[in-house]
C-alpha cells in the first residue's frame, strides 16, 4: 500500500512538474507576443506622426521660401519702377 503511495505521489509530482513547465512556456510565449504587438503598434504610430510632423514642418518651409521669394520680387518690382521713374524724369 505504502508502495503505490509512493508511486502515485511520484506520478503526481511528475505530471505538476510537467504542468508547470507546460504554464510557463505558455505564459512567456504570450508576454512575448503582447511585447512585440505592442512594440510594432507604437513603432507605426510614432512613424506615422513622425512623418505628419515632418510633412507639417516641409510645408512651413516652402510657404516660408514663397513668401521670402515673392517680397523680394516685389521689392525689385519697386526697385525697376523708381528706376523708370527717374529715368524719365532725366
Known amino acids: 500500500m505504502q508502495e ?3 508511486k502515485l505521489a ?4 511528475k505530471a505538476v512538474s510537467h504542468l508547470r513547465v507546460v504554464v510557463f512556456c505558455v505564459l512567456s ?6 511585447s512585440v504587438g505592442v512594440c510594432f503598434y507604437t513603432n507605426n504610430d510614432e512613424v506615422e506622426e513622425f512623418e505628419a510632423d ?7 518651409l516652402i510657404d516660408a521660401f514663397h513668401d521670402s521669394a515673392e517680397s ?6 519697386t526697385m525697376l ?5 527717374n529715368a524719365l524724369c532725366l
Open 54 to 60: 515632418f510633412m507639417d514642418s516641409a510645408n512651413l
Open 81 to 85: 519702377v523708381t528706376i523708370a521713374a
Open 29 to 34: 510565449a504570450v508576454a512575448i507576443f503582447m
Open 4 to 6: 503505490e503511495k509512493s
Open 72 to 77: 523680394q520680387l516685389g521689392a525689385i518690382g
Open 10 to 13: 511520484q506520478t503526481e509530482n
